[in-house]
């Protein structure tokens, strides 16, 4: 079951990036991820009710502690922090290029899982990390065509960092799933992910906002936060089951790659397709080895 709610979890991810990249063309980054932060914020409002007054309409059973809100808060700084490096990133490049390197996500999932949780590598996921290192540098000769420099340009830089954060956020997750009660975290890492970001959002962008790319509503935003949401419920569950693996959930996950490629071509129609279908290629390929390697 926990592999099914993976699947679930992948798919819906990769509708989540199509709408951020529909959200955040010529458009304020940092209110747009506010938005995504208040509605699924309001998505979870009935846990956060139910939690704070104590109604029993979830768990009867349970009580935090100071101590798991600390957890919980932990968390949303590194997503969060995830969250705007890879919204900025988004903005500025083609997703046909952000999908694949946001793909690389499990082979570092993978190194830390063996580092921290004593899972180890055999030559199928060995193989697998090898050919995700050769489609970072057959991205980059794709991304020149495009005059997207992988070592100097900005935005480049800001993926790869997004994707490093998501890596601890993803080993983290397996962390707080073995103590916590997955609702529990989803609510409330939401409710402090608003709060954080409106801190931001009012020393940052609002005294500049005259000055900067204006903020417009667009109905991509609430699908960003519905999509995250249950792409993040499905996960969390997932994560939550003793049998799972942190490698191999987060290796299914980033399969919305396909997903985010295909909305990129289609909807987005962004160009020098051949070339990133080949990157694209073999990142799948480096998945396929490495859930072989799960199964050996």
């Known amino acids: 079951m926990w592999l099914l709610l993976a699947f679930i979890s992948a798919t819906l991810l990769g509708l989540y990036d199509?709408?951020?990249?529909?959200?955040?063309?010529?458009?304020?980054?940092?209110?747009?991820?506010?938005?995504?932060?208040?509605?699924?914020?309001?998505?979870?409002?009935?846990?956060?009710?139910?939690?704070?007054?104590?109604?029993?309409?979830?768990?009867?059973?349970?009580?935090?502690?100071?101590?798991?809100?600390?957890?919980?808060?932990?968390?949303?700084?590194?997503?969060?922090?995830?969250?705007?490096?890879?919204?900025?990133?988004?903005?500025?490049?083609?997703?046909?290029i952000v999908g694949p390197i946001n793909a690389t996500r499990p082979v570092m999932v993978l190194v830390g899982a063996m580092l921290m949780f004593g899972e180890r590598l055999n030559a199928y996921q060995w193989t697998g990390v090898i050919l995700a290192i050769a489609s970072i540098f057959m991205m980059s000769r794709a991304g020149k065509k495009e005059q997207i420099d992988f070592k100097s340009n900005k935005w480049i830089w800001c993926v790869t960092l997004a994707a490093v954060l998501g890596a601890v956020s993803g080993l983290y997750d397996k962390y707080l799933m073995n103590r916590l009660n997955p609702l529990f975290v989803q609510s409330w890492f939401n409710l402090y992910q608003f709060i954080i970001m409106s801190v931001i959002c009012g020393v940052i962008w609002w005294p500049t906002r005259h000055k900067t790319t204006p903020f417009r509503w667009n109905w991509a935003i609430p699908l960003i936060s519905i999509f995250i949401s249950l792409a993040d419920f499905a996960y969390f569950t997932s994560l939550n089951d003793p049998s799972s693996m942190v490698s191999v959930v987060s290796l299914v996950r980033r399969s919305s790659v396909i997903i985010s490629f295909i909305c990129g071509v289609l909807i987005f129609k962004e160009r020098n397709i051949k070339a990133k279908i080949l990157d694209l290629c073999l990142i799948l390929l480096g998945m396929f080895f490495i859930w072989l390697g799960t199964e050996a």
């Open 18 to 96: 199509a709408s951020k990249k529909a959200a955040l063309k010529d458009n304020a980054v940092l209110p747009v991820l506010l938005l995504n932060t208040l509605f699924c914020t309001l998505i979870f409002s009935p846990y956060l009710l139910d939690s704070i007054c104590g109604f029993g309409w979830f768990d009867k059973n349970y009580n935090s502690t100071t101590k798991e809100h600390l957890m919980v808060m932990m968390k949303a700084v590194i997503v969060l922090s995830s969250w705007i490096c890879g919204y900025f990133g988004l903005k500025h490049l083609p997703l046909t």
